[in-house]
């Protein structure tokens, strides 16, 4: 699972790659946070450190704030790979400090590995070009790790609807998306994921998605590029 630690080490990576030498009153204060949730790591519950624009104007690596809806589990991880393969779009694996990594193909979660009962691949109903996100409708596949030596493949016919236009607004900036819901039923059940999508940039700026019944939900925003 992701921790406590490596999130606090991910912040400090954050503020290590800011730019110029001296700490500015900002970080310090973030600082001092992590100290703190450090020292209450064994607390039930995982308070988040400040982040403000004026901080995150100043960091120059992309990041992506990655949480586990059901625990509130959270997450700071930057680029690992960028790669392309046969299927649509930019493939990017995700790492955290302690080597927790999410794939995602365009902003489409595709795999996890370091957490229980990893998505260990998906099928997409990602765009051939233009906007990231998913477009129509189709069949995806999921294959989930159940246990050490057991997997399994799930089946979903999925839909996607276009709700329109939604203001997204990540850390006092405020981006003008489309809401891009995929509706995907097999005959146990149905899972919805979210997406929003930049109206100018064709980005996947937050989005909202399955990673199997062990996981659940994760929420998944861009917060530097």
Known sequence: MMRLIPTAALLLALVACAKGPEKKPLELEILSTIREQIALRRAPKQDRPPLTRAFLDTVTSPYIE???????????????????????????????EDQVTVTLRDGILI??????GDLLSASTLARSGGAK???????????LRLGDHESKQLEFACVVRDLGPKPLEIVEVTYPTRHLQEYCEN???????????????????????????????????????
Do not use: C, K, M
Not at 68 to 89: K, N, T
Not at 111 to 116: E, N, S
């Open 133 to 143: 996100g998913p477009e129509g409708q189709g069949a995806r596949r999921f294959d």
């Open 111 to 116: 795999a996890t590995r370091g957490l229980r």
């Open 66 to 96: 990655v949480t586990l809806e059901e625990s509130d589990i959270f997450a700071y991880l930057q680029p690992q790979i960028v790669r392309r393969d046969d299927g649509p779009g930019e493939v990017i694996t995700w790492v955290t």
């Open 187 to 225: 005959e146990s059940g149905h899972i919805v994921n979210d997406f929003w999508v930049g109206s100018r940039s064709g980005r996947i700026w937050q989005s909202r998605q399955w990673a199997g019944p062990l996981n659940g939900y994760i929420r998944i925003r861009q917060l530097t590029l």
